[in-house]
């Protein structure tokens, strides 16, 4: 499978306790995108990496909210203190960044802080 | 601000039939589109883009058209199926930064009657 692959599935931790999804992107693919996902909601935009530069952070990102992407391949997002309000639906996407491209979509980690 | 969003939550439509959903946006800068399809539990799945120098675009049986006077998008499908069933989101980029970074609409949940 050459798509882009996120680890866990589904993650269900305690408030407070800290959480770290993973990533990985189609390999030939530079930019690498992740998004949050509510219920009823479309994807809100939360960070990008152009290999591993970080180039862009959203304001969603709080400092509990860390993201890298060391080798420019894989990356990790991980939610420090986790809140009842970071529960939700956390996509990758990943494109090649020739212009304007389509993002190739993960299934997405589905968060449940209880 | 930049604003993406579908004119109905809900599409009910009878198996045969053609589906047509909307989207409008507010950001004159946007200049390239896609339209994702998102099934129960999973990723986003890309259906069909459009850039700002266009204004119709057709695929296996499914048609964007992009009215840039009024900000319109939409995206028709033709022969509905079952299989379509699905939510349905439109999504925008421009050209500011390139970074490719999607901004979403809520969606449009598709429902296709046997």
């Known amino acids: 499978d050459t798509g882009v692959s996120q680890d866990p599935r589904h993650k269900i931790t305690k408030r407070g306790q800290n959480v770290t999804f993973r990533c990985d992107p189609i390999s030939e693919h530079n930019r690498l995108y992740w998004y949050r996902q509510t219920l009823g909601q479309g994807p809100e935009f939360l960070t990008y990496?152009?290999?591993?530069?970080?180039?862009?952070k959203s304001r969603l990102l709080s400092d509990r909210f860390s993201a890298e992407r060391p080798k420019g391949s894989f990356s990790t997002l991980e939610i420090q203190r986790t809140e009842q309000g970071d529960s939700a639906m956390y996509l990758c996407?990943?494109?090649?960044?020739?212009?304007?491209?389509?993002?190739?979509f993960g299934q997405g980690t589905r968060l449940t802080v209880v | 601000g930049e604003s993406v969003g579908l004119h109905l939550p809900t599409l009910s439509v009878q198996e045969g039939d053609n589906s047509i959903i909307n989207c409008a946006y507010s950001?004159?800068?946007?200049?390239?589109f896609i339209w994702y399809k998102q099934e129960s539990g999973k990723g986003p799945q890309f259906i069909i883009d459009i850039r700002s120098n266009m204004d119709k675009r057709q695929g296996q049986r499914v048609t964007v058209l992009l009215n840039k006077t009024v900000k319109h998008l939409s995206l028709q499908i033709a022969a509905t199926q079952p299989g379509d069933s699905a939510v349905y989101f439109c999504a925008e980029t421009h050209g500011s930064g390139n970074t490719g970074k999607l901004i979403f609409g809520q969606g449009t949940t598709l429902q296709v009657k046997p």
């Open positions: 990496f152009q290999n591993e530069a970080q180039l862009e």
């Open positions: 950001n004159s800068a946007s200049d390239y």
């Open positions: 996407a990943s494109s090649s960044g020739q212009g304007h491209t389509e993002a190739f």
